[in-house]
């Protein structure tokens, strides 16, 4: 009587083989070929500050121009990033910023004249025209 390892062998041997044997996945790969392909490719700088993948879809090397001073830290800050390039501020947008550094120099005024509610469709008065 044979043993299982035997039975197993016998088994094992009958099996088809696969025309090419099959390869580890390279999840990790910094080779952009193998991990960024299809739809999630590359396509424009979604930033719109004109600095490409300095600001966006690369691993961070840059610190946040917000934060950082680039000039007097002698250190790289993505500047010009986001909504203030894409609507050309020249400054960070002063509605992004708590209401104590509203009327800090350098940002940009984005708040628009507060006119209030108009009469007819101020939320209080209710369905009353």
Known sequence: MPSNQDIIEEHKSNLPLPEQPPVAPDWNSADERTVNVGAGGRQEDLSHSG???????EPATASSGVRTDGEAWKTNAAVGGGREAKDDLGGI?????????KN????????????G???K???SSGLKQ
């Open 104 to 115: 800090k120099p350098g940002l940009a005024d984005t708040t628009g004249k507060d006119y």
């Open 51 to 57: 600095l490409g993948s300095d600001t966006l879809r």
């Open 93 to 101: 947008p002063n509605d992004a910023v708590t209401r104590d550094a």
């Open 117 to 119: 509610y108009p009469h």
């Open 121 to 123: 469709s101020d939320p």
